[in-house]
């Protein structure tokens, strides 16, 4: 016999086995001899309260032995000889669309501009250290994507588009912690995912699929409006080899930071749409203070993970609201190329850094857009480098970030000094003002203020606002037919996750890259 029940502990008896089973006994009233298993599917912190309670739902088992299983590689088929789909990016839209044509009895063929992820790191060393830029190999380029040293954040409200689990399941499977399963907010982490990435990749490997890394997409093969391949380009060093590569469907999986494909379509004139996306700054605290205003307290339990916020609101028409939250994190230079500032944060799986770092942006649409106007569907691309640019030339052009503090933001005041931070290129202090547009900054400082009153100690001096956070969405979508998930224009191309518009995350572009994957082999 099974129960489902839900227990409130605090922080250190939610990490004992033993007591979550005798508490479980005594809210049934039961010996804890009968009671054979107890599996916790969610976990979820509670500090509305002054003493911060840890939620647990249980399913408690009575003389019975648990079911559960997790997600085993051996499910999938060999297909060295089958038809082959081309994808465009392994980043998670298309590592989960290959491990799903592989079930499906399909060949994948990913093609990846950028690094595996090892050698990838060593790119991501020299733009700390060197502040040089692989327009190949980045933070956004290389193998698992954009997310793979942006922390591995999981949370998803995706759930209505496909089956999370599965793809958590499968996470599982390939070295994940077995707490994503059942946390709130799930996170792999970044010193963590790496690993992860590299078992997706033998999986793919191991049942026939490849993997090019290397190898930039620079043409589409189109024949009476049907795909027919691609033009690609390997990169090896200083020099490059131009070949085509057959097949009649592409997923298209580049993820939100691949102007050049953005540039090919519209070269190509293949349909595409400017897309509303949000900019603003990443803030960054002692992560100490977030602990102490969150959890009532001045200094943190040992038992509980580093605390993190959510903001939300509306100011002057725009949406303005915390995105990326990274308690315990570090900010990342995640440019892609040489005369931009972009940041974004990251965690390792401790989340034990003392910084707690988030995006804090404001939506904008194609009416900030119009001076870009003639740029037709690339208006909010161009928008948006438009403001990299200004602020890598603001911060000095060497790669360092500008920044300001966060009350002499809001203030109109320039930072004698600034705090120390977590960005390793180093910051320079600088008037946001001269780097955002005007209805950007104008939003921040209302918003952030509003954010000061509803989480009393957040609005300091001791915070530091680092430009700039541009990189929260595409902003472009290429357009897909509802039901077949192809370019109403060319038959057999598959817009994919978050570079084409349909995802916003980890998750939700694995379960896109798995739908487009079912659709490819619904036309077969």
Not at 88 to 117: Q, S, T
Not at 257 to 269: F, R
Not at 461 to 478: C, K, M, Y
């Amino acid at each position: 016999m099974k129960q489902n029940i839900e227990l409130v502990l605090l922080p250190e008896e939610a990490s004992n086995e033993l007591l979550i089973k005798e508490q479980a006994a005594r809210q049934l009233k039961l010996t804890i001899a009968s009671i054979t298993s107890v599996n916790i599917t969610k976990r979820s912190i509670d500090a509305r309260s002054r003493q911060v309670k840890i939620r647990l739902l249980v399913d408690v088992f009575i003389n019975e032995t648990s079911p559960y299983a997790i997600f085993h590689k051996e499910q999938y088929k060999d297909v060295h000889n089958m038809p082959p789909v081309l994808i465009i990016g392994a980043g998670p839209a298309g590592l989960f669309a290959a491990l799903r044509l592989i079930e499906l009895g399909l060949k994948p063929i990913i093609v990846e501009r950028g690094k595996d992820v090892r050698q990838r790191r060593r790119d991501l060393a020299l733009i700390n250290k060197n502040r040089f830029i692989n327009p190949n190999s980045n933070y956004c380029f290389g193998e698992g994507g954009a997310g793979t040293y942006s922390d591995g954040k999981l949370y998803t409200r995706s759930t209505k588009r496909g089956d999370v689990n599965r793809i958590l399941n499968i996470l599982v499977a390939h070295g994940a912690s077995r707490d994503i399963l059942i946390d709130a907010h799930p996170h792999i982490g970044t010193n963590k995912l790496p690993a992860v990435v590299m078992e997706l990749r033998e999986t793919i490997l191991e049942a026939g699929g490849e993997i090019l890394f290397n190898t930039l997409l620079t043409n589409f093969i189109i024949h009476n409006n049907s795909i027919q391949g691609i033009l690609v380009k390997t990169i090896n060093g200083n020099s490059s080899t131009e070949y085509s590569i057959k097949a009649q469907a592409v997923i298209l999986a580049t993820g939100h930071s691949a102007g050049d494909v953005y540039e090919l379509l519209n070269s190509k004139n293949i349909l595409i749409h400017p897309k509303p996306f949000a900019l603003g700054v990443r803030i960054e605290h002692p992560q100490a203070l977030i602990d102490s205003i969150q959890y009532h307290c001045d200094t943190r339990s040992a038992f509980l993970p580093a605390a993190a916020y959510n903001f939300a609101s509306q100011t002057n028409g725009r949406g303005v609201y915390s995105f990326c939250m990274c308690p315990g994190g570090i900010i990342a230079p995640c440019a892609t190329d040489a005369g931009e500032i972009v940041v974004n944060g990251w965690s390792p799986s401790k989340r034990n850094n003392p910084f707690a770092n988030s995006g804090i942006v404001v939506s904008v649409d194609e009416n900030d857009f119009k001076n870009y106007k003639n740029h037709g569907a690339l208006c909010g691309l161009k928008y948006r480098q438009g403001i990299e640019q200004k602020a890598f030339i603001a911060a000095g052009s060497n790669l360092k970030a500008p920044a300001q503090r966060m009350m002499d933001f809001i203030d109109h005041k320039f930072s004698r000094s600034l705090p120390d931070t977590s960005y390793i290129p180093g910051v320079q202090s600088v008037l946001l003002d001269e780097v955002l547009p005007e209805t950007i900054a104008d939003s921040l400082r209302i918003a952030l203020k509003e954010f000061g009153k509803k989480m009393k100690g957040y609005a300091t001096n001791d915070a530091v606002l680092v430009g700039v956070e541009s990189r929260t969405s595409s902003p472009v979508r290429i357009p897909r037919d509802a039901e077949s998930l192809q370019h109403p224009q060319v038959n057999g191309l598959y817009p994919c996750a978050e570079g084409a518009g349909y995802a916003g995350g980890i998750i939700s572009a694995a379960i896109d890259g798995e739908r487009c994957a079912n659709s490819i082999k619904n036309s077969y």
